[in-house]
DNA sequence: CGCATCAACTTTCCGATGCAAAGTACGCCG
DNA sequence: CGGCGTACTTTGCATCGGAAAGTTGATGCG
């Protein structure tokens, strides 16, 4: 037991706590279809040049596909999760929803003393 | 209204959404008396170094209050966060469990494939 | 006493990173 | 033809996190 060190989370893939990803990881995860360019920029608020970077990063990651066409004459970018990526986003999110577990638990704890027990 | 960006989480501050930060926050909310350098090193997993650094930034930020003093002849610093600390470190909290739950719900949603296409 | 060791931090260094601003390419009015 | 808008990409920069090295002082040992 040398290592105890219960707060230390390492689930917590810096590729994934992020919060420009992590944004589009939800919104990804939230529309099975894939999602043009516009439409990540204007559901996650980013710009244009983060969202290009971010997206990348998250490619190169093995996390989302890009698919680069065009709808017409325009260019349309489409993005998707992989399998890998969801499934890599759900471990990730199990991770989080740990985190805010302890720290509810330890806020309330510190928050005032001996508190009444709820039910 | 030209803001919609449902998923922009705005309130994750990157102050508080960091690893190492979530997980000395964490530890400082769940116990009350103020923790020493050490005790901290081996809740979150830490080197010294890191620790040194991550604290700096929490103090910079007026979250956590740190007071270098002295057991014996030993040094001893010890940490811990402050009313407005514990106020950001909730409010961060609240997005975080709105992130887990969007999510968690959007995971949930595409998982299962059966897209309404009809033709 | 002298020296090596350990504990408790701090400081430095470096590669990686996020963000913003500028750049590119192309289609579409008028 | 020439400006405008969309759809991205690239570049530049200042910041940041993490590893390693440095500092200070107490303690054990021969």
Known sequence: MSEPAPYA??????VLHERARLSLLTSLAAHPKP?????????????????????????EAG???????????????TCRLTPAGRQRFVA????????VR?????ARQGDRGPEPLPA
């Open 63 to 77: 996390l989302v596909e890009i698919h680069k066409g065009y709808e017409g004459r325009r260019p349309l970018t």
């Open 9 to 14: 989370y390492d689930g917590l893939d810096r």
């Open 35 to 59: 999602l043009a360019f516009s439409d990540l920029k204007q559901l996650c608020g980013l710009t244009d040049g983060n969202l290009s970077r971010h997206l990348g990063v998250l490619e």
């Open 102 to 106: 302890d720290a509810a638990e330890a």
């Open 92 to 99: 990730y999110l199990a991770v989080l929803e740990r985190v």
